[in-house]
């Protein structure tokens, strides 16, 4: 089990353009494991192997990688900073034990670095911060941490402080071990010097301490009691402090550097080591029975029956299918037989991979605290759990956002058609926010995403990866429909088939609610058995998703089912399930329906001279700056947008600020369409 305690199993994610990917391909040159830094800029980070990261200079779809440092594995996944690509950052997340969120040290907290802090305190994931880029004119350390503790509502413990500012950064400064860390330009950051702090640094320092050992005194009784008795505190103890109120999320270390110019890096990696947690530093992981539905726990020992959680599936053009998953506990070697729940089917595992970017390496086996992927798999989806044939675990499956913005796509060439559909369904087993459906009536296949990036990609990949020449149609949003009142409906069915009467009636009551669909039936089992709840759910289940006032799906309504008849004498499902989409047709007609629309959560950082300008044109595509914050001579406008008026705007904004302007937006929550709008966009419905 020693090996173990050797192990780390973290993440690095940031806001787009903060930096992550540049510090990973920096440990990953400083621990060995590459021969030459790549760069982002210039299309040659190891992370971003796909062509599309390539030439857009960004991290479309996670990656995996190990490498080595003191004498420790560290299994390192490179997640994307665009909000288009979220999922991959929350289902790696899912599986890691500790997580590196990089921060740019002159945006700060920015809007999907909150997103990421959140979706890590979802999964109680332990942290390190890394402030980045403070070699960058407008960088400022302090400020980004007290924008951690207003933005984020944590507890930020610095253990080190840059050393000079902007273009002026040459170094950091560690505070638990007081020495001053010097990287050698000519090496490319491989070789530094540990120096003693310079005279004009020494109070800085030992203010900055004193604040560092107040917080670790809170959550550490031996070292309140030296700090109180004005002993000295070892370095030791300064370190196992750390460590234990990391892992319990009482703070979070902040460390800093420029990857960029590679400073920092040696003692990020120390960090990691010390203060993130081995995987038995942390509770074992729950699950239940698949059968009885019994609470089951596995821990990260190798005794224990194997156990493992698929969190990503990637669609290889050599090998086929390969299922990434995390070992919770026991092993797994090639050639032993497995169970996949929640099908219940028996498979063999023939290849084990360990994974280096899109490069690979067979092994004969992957142990308890171990990532690595399976090739071959069918049948299988992200979120699926492997686990022992003999002591069966499903691990809570994975939830994904529903898509927001939509678009027709049709081969070229009719020989295409088949193509089309085969690659299709593989993105969409790669990327289970990407969905695929075929409308009936307009014989129209239809794709549907996160946001405008997302389908561009996924249209790229389809023609240059798999292919498949198509065209695509404009993205559209995708609406919802909604009831702003209550309201009740009566159902009947009666007929004779084959000689038998099929009959019934089902009152329903309807009425607005915050989130959602809830369906609920509080009604006799002599009016409605209870046998029938499930057919006349998936009714009322069906009708929500088609829609009634102009085919989008219903959400944000309570159906309670309150009355009912049927005949006893032949009991029908049929019957039921027809009398239920009556009673809801009628009760939704007189429910005041209305539509719903997407509005996204939008921060834009412009120089000052722009504000006006881009105020005036947000306010023009009916949205609202909720907040204006100062960042020396730039602005941060934060607001809303409805998703609609988004189309374009990344066009739109380097027009009105000369280019200088950059923006970043997530989905926020749906909101009602104003009546003027309804009448623009679906000019034959009527509102009453």
Not at 81 to 106: M, S
Not at 109 to 138: C, M
Not at 595 to 622: F, K
């Amino acid at each position: 089990m020693e090996y173990i305690k050797r192990i780390r199993n973290i993440g690095i994610a940031a806001h787009i353009d903060a930096g992550k990917t540049t510090t990973t391909e920096r440990i990953l040159y400083y621990t060995g494991k590459i021969y030459r830094m790549g760069e982002v800029d210039e299309g040659t980070a190891t992370m971003d192997w796909m062509i599309q990261e390539k030439e857009r200079g960004i991290t479309i779809t996670a990656a995996a990688t190990t490498c080595f440092w003191r004498d420790h594995q560290i299994n390192i996944i490179d997640t994307p900073g665009h909000v288009d690509f979220t999922i991959e950052v929350e289902r790696c997340l899912k599986v890691l034990d500790g997580a590196v969120i990089v921060f740019c040290g002159v945006g700060g907290v920015e809007s999907q670095t909150e997103t990421v802090w959140h979706q890590a305190d979802k999964y109680r994931v332990p942290r390190i911060a890394f402030v980045n880029k403070l070699d960058r004119i407008g960088s400022d350390f302090e400020r980004v941490i007290k924008m951690m503790e207003e933005r984020l509502s944590l507890k930020p413990l610095p253990i080190q402080i840059p050393y000079g500012e902007e273009e002026n950064f040459q170094g950091v400064i560690d505070l638990v071990e007081e020495v001053l860390y010097i990287w050698y330009e000519e090496t490319l950051g491989a070789k530094y010097d540990k120096l003693s702090i310079p005279e004009e640094y020494r109070e800085k320092v030992k203010l900055a301490k004193e604040k560092m050992i107040e917080i670790l005194s809170e959550e550490d009784e031996e070292i309140l009691e030296k700090y109180l008795k004005g002993e000295e505190i070892s370095i030791d103890l300064i370190k196992r402090a750390i460590r234990k109120g990391t892992l319990k999320l009482k703070f979070y270390p902040v460390l800093c550097g420029s990857a960029l110019k590679n400073k920092g890096i040696q003692p990020l990696l120390d960090a990691i080591i010390d203060y993130l947690p081995s995987p038995i530093d942390l509770p074992p992981a729950v699950g239940f029975h698949p059968k009885n539905n019994n609470i089951e726990e596995r821990k990260a020992d190798i005794s224990q029956p194997f156990s493992a959680l698929i969190f990503k599936i990637q669609n290889d053009f050599n090998r086929g299918l390969l299922s990434y998953f995390r070992v919770y506990s026991g092993k797994i070697r090639i050639g032993k037989q497995i169970l996949v729940v929640p099908t219940m089917e028996k498979i063999r595992v023939n290849k084990i991979l360990l994974m280096h970017a899109n490069k690979q390496e067979e092994i004969e086996e992957l142990k308890a605290g171990e990532i690595g992927a399976i090739v071959g798999l069918k049948n299988v989806k992200t979120g699926y759990t492997l686990c022992d044939l003999h002591a069966p675990i499903a691990f809570e499956p994975l939830t994904f956002p529903e898509p927001v913005i939509f678009a027709t796509i049709e081969p070229k060439t009719k020989k295409d058609e088949k193509k089309l559909q085969e690659s299709l369904e593989l993105l969409s087993i790669e990327d289970p926010t990407f969905k695929v459906k075929y409308d009936e009536e307009t014989g129209q296949r239809i794709i549907m995403g996160m946001g405008e990036l997302h389908l561009e990609i996924i249209t790229d990949r389809l023609q240059r990866d798999y292919g498949v020449p198509c065209y695509v149609g404009k993205p559209q949003v995708s609406y919802r429909e909604t009831i702003r009142k209550e309201s009740t409906g009566i159902g009947k069915f009666s007929r004779i088939i084959d000689n038998k009467l099929h009959q019934a009636e089902i009152k329903i009551k309807i009425s607005p609610k915050e989130k959602g669909i809830n369906i609920i039936f509080n009604v006799d089992e002599e009016k409605i058995p209870e046998i029938f709840y499930s057919k006349i759910e998936e009714t009322l289940m069906g009708v929500a998703n088609s829609g009634l006032l102009i085919g989008y799906p219903i959400t944000n309504i309570l159906i309670e089912i309150f009355d009912g008849a049927y005949n006893k004498e032949n009991p029908s499902d049929f019957a039921f399930q027809i009398a239920a989409n009556n009673a809801f047709n009628e009760a939704y007609k007189n429910a005041s329906p209305t539509i719903l629309e997407p509005i996204m959560s939008i921060e834009i950082l412009t120089p000052e001279e722009y504000v006006g300008t881009i105020i005036n044109d947000l306010v023009a595509r009916r949205g609202k700056i909720l907040k204006i914050e100062v960042i020396k001579e730039y602005r941060v406008l934060s607001g809303i947008v409805p998703l609609k008026e988004t189309f374009g705007y990344a066009t739109a904004i380097r027009s009105l600020s000369s280019g200088r302007a950059t923006y970043s937006m997530h989905f926020s929550h749906y909101d009602i369409l104003p009546e003027e709008e309804i009448k623009k966009i679906f000019p034959y419905l009527e509102i009453k």
